[in-house]
Nanobody, 114 residues
Framework: VQLQASGGGLVLPGGSLRLSCAAS????????MGWYRHVPRKQRESVAV???????AYADSVKGRFIISRDNAKNMVYLQMNSLEPEDTAVYYC?????????WGQGTLVTVSS
């Protein structure tokens, strides 16, 4: 399974970005899909997950600002990021749990800076 993340870039504080994740295999029966992020010299952080049934969970640091969604027909997962802060700067990875096996995408860099 390949997960291709895209949509990262440079954005001003307070701005928005939408990340996309394209899966090479149907996501219909995945246990969940989600996004992690990693800042150098810090631990990886789970940002948001969405279950097969559409349930969602978010890191406290992004609640109310980020929205995760999925389109099973297109095998796509999205992360709408609003009110971005410099602390959101990181490499964002798409993840997918296929029958208990976790797959990771290659990451897309998000930089929030003035």
């Amino acid at each position: 399974v390949q997960l291709q993340a895209s949509g990262g870039g440079l954005v001003l504080p307070g701005g928005s970005l939408r990340l996309s994740c394209a899966a090479s295999k149907s996501i219909f029966n995945t246990n969940f899909m989600g996004w992690y992020r990693h800042v150098p010299r810090k631990q990886r952080e789970s940002v948001a997950v969405i279950t097969n049934g559409g349930g969602t969970a978010y890191a406290d640091s992004v609640k109310g600002r980020f929205i995760i969604s999925r389109d099973n027909a297109k095998n796509m997962v999205y992360l709408q990021m609003n009110s971005l802060e410099p602390e959101d700067t990181a490499v964002y990875y798409c993840i997918g749990d296929y029958s208990g096996t976790m797959y990771w995408g290659q990451g897309t860099l998000v930089t929030v800076s003035s």
